[in-house]
C-alpha cells in the first residue's frame, strides 16, 4: 500500500486553488482537484481533475472518496462588485456546495479538512471607520457581516467546529483577507481590487490615457496577502493542532488610492485618478495577526510592493494580449 497521501483541493480550477495544488504537488502529495471548471490560465497539475458540481451530495461524495485531507476552497464568489450584488446566488450556492462537501468527506472518512473562510464574517459595526482597530478572532460575534457571502461563510465556520467536536474529522478554518497574486481573474467583473488596478493601469501605460478610475474616494482601506503567502500559511495550518478560526493576511492596511500608487509605481507610470460611484464594502479592515504569529509560528513575509510588482508584470502580458494595446510582452 502506497503511504503517499492523497488529498482533494476543492475550488482547484480557481485562483488560490490551482496554486495549492502546484504547492501541494511540490511537496509530494498525490493531489485530486474538483471544480466546475478547468484552471484558466495553465494547466493544472493534479494527478486527477474531475469536473464536478459540488452543490450536489452525490458529486461531493464522489470528490472525497479515497482521500486523508480535504482543502475546501469551492465557491461562487468575486470581488466587491459582486458579492454586493448576487446576495441570493451566493448563498444558494455556497451552502449548498459546503454542506455537502464536509458532510461527504466525514462519510468517506476524511482526517483533515481545512476550511476556507473570509474577513467579510466580521461585523460591520467594527469597519465603519477608515482608520479601523484591526480585527482578532473573537472580533466576530455578536455577528453583523455585511453580506451574504459572510453570513455563509460565518454557518460554515460553525458547522466545522461541530463536526470536529463530534466526528472523528479535525477540521481547520482559515479567514483570508484579500489574497491577490499572479494567474488569478484580472478582468471580466468576479476581480478583485488588486487585480482590477493592475489592469487599469496597464490600460493608462499601454494607451497613454493616463486616467484611472477608483470605486469612492479611494479612502477606504484594506490589507494585502499573496497568494504565496497564503498557501504557506494554508499548509502549516492544517498541520497544527489549532482548531478555531484564525485570521490569515497581512496586518499592513493601505488605502485604494494608496494600492493604486504602488501598482503605478510598478509600471513606472504617474498616472490621475478618476473617483467614480462604485460598490466599497465596509469603510476599512485590517488583520489583527497576533494569534497567527502564536500558533503557526510565523506570518506573511511577501511585501505588498514585491507581490504586487509580480502581480503587475503578469497582468500587464494578458493586457498586451487580450486588449491588442501595445507590444507582445517580452518571453
Ligand atoms: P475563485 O473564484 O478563483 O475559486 C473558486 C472556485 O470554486 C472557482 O474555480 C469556481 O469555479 C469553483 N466553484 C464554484 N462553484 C462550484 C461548484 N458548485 N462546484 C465546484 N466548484 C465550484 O476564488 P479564490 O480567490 O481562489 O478563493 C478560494 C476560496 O477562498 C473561496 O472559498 C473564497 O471564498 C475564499 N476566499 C478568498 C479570498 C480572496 O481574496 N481571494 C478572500 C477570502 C476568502
Known amino acids: 500500500m502506497s503511504d503517499v497521501t492523497k488529498v482533494l483541493v476543492t475550488g482547484a480550477g480557481g485562483f488560490i486553488g490551482h496554486h495549492l495544488v502546484k504547492f501541494l504537488k511540490e511537496k509530494g502529495y498525490w493531489v485530486r482537484g474538483v471544480d466546475i471548471k478547468h484552471p484558466e490560465f495553465e494547466d493544472t497539475a493534479a494527478d486527477e481533475f474531475e ?3 459540488l452543490r450536489r451530495w452525490g458529486n461531493a461524495l464522489q470528490a472525497t472518496r479515497g482521500v486523508d485531507h480535504v482543502y475546501a476552497l469551492a465557491a461562487d464568489m468575486g ?9 441570493a446566488t451566493i448563498l444558494h450556492n455556497n451552502s449548498l456546495i459546503n454542506i455537502h462537501t464536509l458532510d461527504a468527506a466525514r462519510t468517506n472518512g476524511v482526517k483533515r479538512y481545512l476550511y476556507t473562510s473570509s474577513a467579510c464574517i466580521y461585523p460591520e459595526y467594527k469597519q465603519t471607520e477608515a482608520d479601523v482597530v484591526p480585527l482578532k478572532e473573537e472580533d466576530a460575534y455578536p ?3 455585511q453580506d451574504a457571502y459572510g453570513w455563509e461563510k460565518l454557518i460554515t465556520e460553525i458547522f ?9 474529522m479535525e477540521t481547520r478554518i482559515a479567514r483570508f483577507h484579500n489574497i491577490f497574486g499572479e494567474l488569478g481573474t484580472w478582468d471580466g467583473g468576479r476581480e478583485k481590487a488588486p487585480a482590477a488596478m493592475c489592469r487599469k493601469v496597464a490600460i493608462a501605460k499601454l494607451s497613454g490615457n493616463p486616467e484611472v478610475e477608483v470605486w469612492g474616494d479611494g479612502l477606504q482601506t484594506r490589507s494585502f496577502c499573496h497568494v504565496d503567502d497564503c498557501l504557506e500559511g494554508i499548509y502549516r495550518l492544517i498541520y497544527s493542532d489549532h482548531k478555531e478560526p484564525i485570521n490569515l493576511g497581512q496586518d499592513r492596511m493601505v488605502t485604494i488610492n494608496e494600492l493604486l500608487q504602488i501598482v503605478a509605481d510598478a509600471a513606472d507610470i504617474e498616472v490621475v485618478r478618476k473617483h467614480i460611484d462604485g460598490p466599497q464594502g465596509v469603510r476599512g479592515r485590517n488583520s489583527d495577526n497576533t494569534k497567527l504569529r502564536e500558533v503557526l509560528g510565523w506570518e506573511p513575509e511577501i511585501s505588498l510592493e514585491e507581490g504586487l510588482a509580480r502581480t503587475y508584470k503578469w497582468i500587464e502580458g494578458n493586457v498586451r494580449e487580450t486588449y491588442g494595446l501595445g507590444e507582445p510582452a517580452p518571453a
Open 51 to 53: 469536473i464536478l458540481d
Open 160 to 168: 466545522c467546529q461541530y463536526y470536529s467536536d463530534e466526528y472523528p
Open 79 to 87: 470581488g466587491m462588485g459582486f458579492i454586493s450584488s448576487n446576495h
Open 143 to 145: 455577528a453583523a457581516p
